[in-house]
């Protein structure tokens, strides 16, 4: 019913920046909290941004300062702006969001994109 596209990753060099996208379609009434996750090989997954519909934001504290997480509620797309980027900043980055679905009421659903591999390495 909801697609959660992401784009942008790819191969960076150590203090580069990297723009992910990350596009829902779908059956969508209202998008609520929209977010930002990572995965390193070996690790947990780990909440790195997030942002309301509202546009209040919250970062994890080891990208406070380098990531900036926007949204652009008229296209239903959330961004992650990358700076300085660090070879732990490798992993695989998912967006997930809270969604209100047509003709469900004010229930919140959350969907998962597939992720995008991003990668810090000279």
């Known amino acids: 019913q909801v697609q959660l596209v992401e784009s942008g990753g790819g191969l960076v060099q150590p203090g580069g920046p990297l723009r992910l996208s990350c596009a829902a379609s779908?059956?969508?009434?209202?998008?609520?909290?929209m977010g930002w996750y990572r995965q390193a090989p070996g690790k947990q997954r780990e909440l790195v941004a997030t942002?309301?519909?509202?546009?209040?934001?919250n970062y994890v504290d080891s990208v406070k300062g380098r990531f900036t997480i926007s949204r652009d509620n008229a296209k239903n797309t959330v961004y992650l702006q990358m700076n300085s980027l660090k070879a732990e900043d490798t992993a695989v980055y998912y967006c997930?969001?809270?969604?209100?679905?047509?003709?469900?009421?004010?229930?919140?659903?959350?969907?998962w994109g597939q992720g995008t591999q991003v990668t810090v390495a000279s």
């Open positions: 997930n969001a809270g969604v209100i679905l047509r003709g469900r009421g004010l229930n919140e659903d959350i969907y």
């Open positions: 779908g059956s969508i009434f209202r998008l609520n909290a």
């Open positions: 942002i309301t519909s509202g546009g209040s934001t």
